[in-house]
């Protein structure tokens, strides 16, 4: 079993940076693919992000945080990060990263699950 663990969550003004890391422990962090989702209240959680083990193909986002988000992962660390730029209030959300055999873009692809961490980004 892994555990997932998110830090990097805060309060930033539009147009602001933030970081996110995903520390994976316990079992193994590869050969796995990483995602990343988001949940604002009221909806549905949403696919952001996801990269392969290896990094290739390249990784995959949703329309709506492309050049503007980044993720990348440290095999050596066990360990995902999403760069966040530019932030605009409609990404504020609980962010979670997961992990998947797959690679898909539902959650129901991925098998292990952090606990969350908040971003809120003020207007």
């Known amino acids: 079993q892994v555990q997932l663990v998110e830090s990097g969550g805060g309060l930033v003004q539009a147009g602001g940076s933030l970081r996110l890391s995903c520390a994976a422990s316990?079992?193994?962090?590869?050969?796995?693919?990483m995602g990343w989702f988001r949940q604002s209240p009221g909806k549905e959680r949403e696919f952001v992000a996801r990269?392969?083990?290896?990094?290739?193909?390249?990784?995959l986002y949703v329309d709506s945080v492309k050049g503007r988000f980044t993720i990348f992962r440290d095999n050596a660390k066990n360990t995902v990060y999403l760069q966040m730029n530019s932030l605009k209030p409609e990404d504020t959300a609980v962010y979670y990263c997961?992990?998947?055999?797959?690679?898909?873009?539902?959650?129901?692809?991925?098998?292990?699950w952090g606990q969350g961490t908040q971003v809120t980004v003020s207007s």
């Open positions: 997961a992990r998947s055999r797959t690679g898909g873009t539902s959650p129901s692809s991925y098998d292990s």
């Open positions: 316990g079992r193994t962090f590869t050969p796995y693919a």
């Open positions: 990269i392969l083990w290896s990094g290739l193909p390249w990784p």
